[in-house]
């Protein structure tokens, strides 16, 4: 398995932006294919992002379509998350996570990184 570790999370106001970063450990980290989540208090986690193994393959959650971009760079074995025009509902504890296929469950988790959006 890969060890994740997000960073990049704050506190940023309605209308603002930020970039998450996943760092992972190992040198398998272009096998898998990597999501973002989040949890809100009191919610479930839900799905927000996914990217495929070489980076040519995205799907977002409706809720964030035309506004968060997923990314990676599988050099630096890193994956990203740009936020922009974030809303009050965006705030969540955002994870990261990793599978090897898009039929298998995602098995390696980070942490995870706290995002507020003041309104």
């Known amino acids: 398995q890969v060890q994740l570790v997000e960073s990049g999370g704050g506190l940023v106001q309605a209308g603002g932006s930020l970039r998450l970063s996943c760092a992972a450990s190992?040198?398998?980290?272009?096998?898998?294919?990597m999501g973002w989540f989040r949890q809100a208090p009191g919610k479930e986690r839900e799905f927000v992002a996914e990217?495929?193994?070489?980076?040519?393959?995205?799907g977002y959650a409706d809720s964030v379509k035309g506004r968060f971009t997923i990314s990676r760079d599988n050099a630096k074995n890193t994956v990203y998350l740009e936020m922009n025009n974030l809303k009050p509902e965006d705030t969540a504890v955002y994870y990261c996570?990793?599978?090897?296929?898009?039929?298998?469950?995602?098995?390696?988790w980070g942490p995870g990184t706290q995002v507020t959006v003041s309104s």
């Open positions: 996570a990793a599978r090897l296929t898009i039929t298998s469950n995602f098995a390696s």
């Open positions: 190992g040198r398998t980290f272009r096998l898998y294919a």
């Open positions: 990217i495929l193994r070489s980076g040519g393959s995205t």
